[in-house]
């Protein structure tokens, strides 16, 4: 049983082009948590989907951000027009609920450097 | 103020000592995660508490929500124990279990 599946797990962009970070959450799990830790910072929450829906995207910046888990295959974080301040490690974690009862599971991550 | 507060931010232990790591938040929470990160690694959930203590292998974390505060400790440390851990709260009762407040982690170095 794979765990939480993330890639690229390196991604290299220029300012002004578009990163797409996938995750394939563990088998069965259908609830998909994306964060950011910036460098020398903490974690911080971005968005939380289910299949075909955004639950609570509250930390995901307003503009050049998106988020998708379609009914088929991962979910997908799009930066559009990245900046060097989007250069940080991107996590994704699953789970079988979004109830309190149910355990986050993290991908290793994908490191987004932009240059 | 951060809403969750660790200390300490660095530790360095001997192999063999009894660690403890602190997490205090200022928040009503619903649960508390902590986590570990190797470095350039990914995240692993060690626990997850709303009351009480839990124990697995070396590790034990408790909390006491009248308090505010958690403690992770690691028995008979161990080089490989060398990591990042990072305490997590998740506020309030039902929505998103997954929108967590983190805290700024404390760095373990473990020598043999």
């Known amino acids: 049983n794979a765990g939480v599946m993330q890639n690229p797990r390196h991604l ?7 990163a797409r970070l996938r995750c394939s959450p563990m088998k069965g799990h259908s609830h998909v948590y994306w964060y950011r830790q910036l460098p020398e910072e903490g974690l911080k929450f971005m968005v939380y989907l289910q299949k075909e829906n955004i639950i609570d995207e509250s930390g995901m910046p307003k503009e050049r951000f998106s988020a998708e888990f379609p009914k088929e295959g991962p979910s997908i974080l799009r930066i559009q027009q990245v900046v060097r301040g989007d250069s940080a490690a991107y996590f994704c974690a699953s789970s079988t609920s979004g109830r309190s009862t ?10 987004l450097t932009v240059l | 103020k951060n809403e969750v507060e660790q200390s300490p931010q660095n530790l360095t232990a001997q192999e063999g000592e009894f660690i403890t790591i602190n997490c205090s938040y200022s928040v009503g929470i619903s649960a508390l995660h902590w986590l570990q990160q190797h470095p350039g690694g990914g995240i692993v959930s060690l626990f997850m508490l709303s009351s009480g203590k839990k124990k697995h292998g070396r590790l034990i974390a408790t909390i006491n ?8 400790h690691i028995t008979a ?6 990591a990042v851990y990072i305490c997590a709260v998740r506020t309030g009762y039902g929505g998103s279990q997954g929108n967590l407040i983190f805290g700024k982690g404390t760095k373990l170095s473990v020598k043999p």
Request: proline share 3%; no cysteine.
């Open chain 1, 12 to 18: 290299v962009r220029r300012r002004g082009q578009e």
């Open chain 1, 102 to 111: 149910g355990e986050l599971f993290f991908g290793e991550g994908s490191r």
């Open chain 2, 65 to 72: 929500i009248q308090e505010k505060h958690s403690s992770l």
């Open chain 2, 77 to 82: 440390s161990h080089p490989r124990d060398s």
